[in-house]
């Protein structure tokens, strides 16, 4: 038996916060939260069973949405915080952007990852994953390569922020969309960069092209730029003329697919739906689809 006096021979673990985030889909949050407010205490083996994951994975996913507030762990088992209620309801409710506010106001990989792209939103063009990363690097945060991908995807689903989906940038959306006259000088400028070329020079230039060039420049979401581009169509018929085009065109292809995000039914543990858009969108006159555009015109 060791003396009351003697020093114990096992080791002192000392716990370090991790630095790091560990990778979390919002679906996962939305279900963790969920499965939390049903069964009123959460276990590791329960988590595993539930989600279908090993237990480590379990852990993984319990830690951190702990670290988000949304949870508070006593003793061996993980409790709803003051939080976790609120927070379902803005899910249940589509408040995407309340969402994104409890995100700024209690996790720290959010929000560090939101200022970088805030700091940057008067730049012409986006980042990109590695110009985030190097930002990061600058500033002593910990935003990695997996930190990126995770909260880009959070992001998109939100609609805080949106993904050149031909030059994968990515960039935050100003609240308040764009003035009148701004947007229409930009369009302008963006049809005449994309018309000309050294080779030849067109005359019709592919919506979905112009969208995106646009709301990367102007920081607005296509939404709005669809509502935009309709009015000053509108206004400017003969100066600007639409046209459709067969379904096979390359005008609806990019290389990344647009994320959205909705509710899957009402089922016992809630879980988003995660869309993905393959096709781009014309804009919508009318009954009418259009994909191409030319302005004959000063609008």
């Keep these: 038996m060791q003396n009351a006096g003697c020093v114990s021979v096992f080791p002192v673990i000392n716990m370090v916060e991790r630095k790091t985030m560990r990778p979390v889909t919002l679906r996962r949050v939305i279900e963790i939260c969920s499965l939390a407010a049903i069964t009123k205490e959460l276990d590791i083996k329960t988590v595993a069973q539930k989600l279908e994951v090993s237990p480590s994975r379990a852990r993984e996913i319990l830690l951190e949405v702990e670290k988000m507030g949304l949870l508070r762990q006593v003793e061996n088992a993980y409790l709803t915080s003051d939080k976790t209620t609120v927070f379902l309801k803005y899910f249940e409710d589509d408040q995407w952007d309340k969402i994104h506010k409890y995100f700024l106001a209690n996790y720290k990989f959010y929000k560090d990852f939101i200022r970088i792209l805030q700091d940057r939103i008067s730049d012409k063009i986006g980042l990109s994953i590695d110009e985030i990363k190097e930002e990061s690097t600058l500033r ?23 993904r050149h989906l031909y030059s994968r940038r990515l960039y935050l959306i100003k609240n308040g969309g764009a003035n009148h006259q701004a947007f229409k000088a930009n369009l302008i400028k963006v049809y005449q960069e994309l018309s000309s070329s050294k080779m030849h020079k067109r005359i019709f230039v592919e919506i979905p092209a112009i969208r995106e060039n646009l709301c990367e420049e102007l920081k607005i979401s296509r939404n709005v730029f669809d509502e935009m581009l309709r009015q000053i169509y509108l206004e400017n018929v003969g100066k600007i003329e639409l046209s459709g085009a067969p379904i096979t065109t390359l005008a609806k292809k990019s290389p990344l697919s647009e994320k959205k995000m909705r509710i899957q039914g009402k089922e016992a543990i809630l879980s988003p739906k995660f869309e993905i858009v393959k096709e781009r969108e014309g804009l919508s006159v009318g009954q009418k689809a259009y994909y191409y555009l030319a302005i004959h015109e000063d609008v």
């Design 140 to 162: 002593k945060m910990s935003i990695n390569q997996t930190a990126v991908e995770v909260l880009s995807d959070w992001c998109e689903r939100l609609g805080v922020i949106q």
